[in-house]
T-cell receptor
């Protein structure tokens, strides 16, 4: 069964600090992996997309990594801001299905 | 419009009532998805449309749930005889075509009393 596990479930950090969120998946065959940011009361918004051959991709202060061998991805946030407070969801698409598999998300709170 | 819109943004109903939730996808997007999201959880797939037809409705929890997309654009999710367990945020997403990035709407928060 295709699964996406995220850790930690929640995280509290101080403004300006860095943090790393983890995603492990068992989706097969792998097509791509996206990280979404979901603000409270809003729909998810895509931050990055990574395919099998990509190891690292950046979007401003967000950097995603992918290890397709170990089926792990991480999202690193640099110099966090209050506006980074949100849920971050890892989503993995399979080549055999048009329905992606969603993780439960990591809830990030950035305190001033 | 610029993005996916959903109406209403909030819906409070009583147990046993019928509700309709509407989704307006981005113009030209042929793929449309409905998801349900409970607090602290990721979106749970309900149904997927390619054009006017429901290509995959395997995520609908039971026959009280039904969705239509008669003209291949706007979609309506219909829930009959609502139950308290149906309370959740219902998200709609659209995509230019299957497999490409999904763009999500803000969701409809459904509360069944």
């Amino acid at each position: 069964k295709n699964q996406v596990e995220q850790s930690p479930q929640s995280l509290i950090i101080l403004e300006g600090k860095n943090c790393t969120l983890q995603c492990n998946y068992t989706v097969s065959p792998f097509s791509n992996l996206r990280w979404y940011k979901q603000d409270t009361g809003r729909g998810p918004v895509s931050l990055t997309i990574m395919t099998f051959s990509e190891n690292t991709k950046s979007n401003g202060r967000y950097t995603a990594t992918l290890d397709a061998d170990t089926k792990q991805s991480s999202l690193h946030i640099t110099a966090s801001q209050l506006s980074d407070s949100a849920s971050y969801i890892c989503v993995v698409s399979s080549g055999g299905s048009y329905i992606p598999t969603f993780g439960r998300g990591t809830s990030l709170i950035v305190h001033p | 419009g610029a993005g996916v819109s959903q109406t209403p943004s909030n819906k409070v109903t009583e147990k046993g009532k019928y509700v309709e939730l509407r989704c307006d996808p981005i113009s030209g997007h042929t793929a449309l998805y409905w998801y349900r999201q409970s607090l602290g959880q990721g979106p749970e797939f309900l149904i997927y449309f390619q054009g006017t037809g429901a290509a995959d409705d395997s995520g609908l929890p039971n026959d009280r749930f039904f969705a239509v997309r008669p003209e291949g654009s706007v979609s309506t999710l219909k829930i009959q005889r609502t139950e308290r367990g149906d309370s959740a945020v219902y998200l709609c997403a659209s995509s230019p075509k299957t497999g490409l990035e999904q763009f999500f709407g803000p969701g409809t928060r459904l509360t069944v009393l």
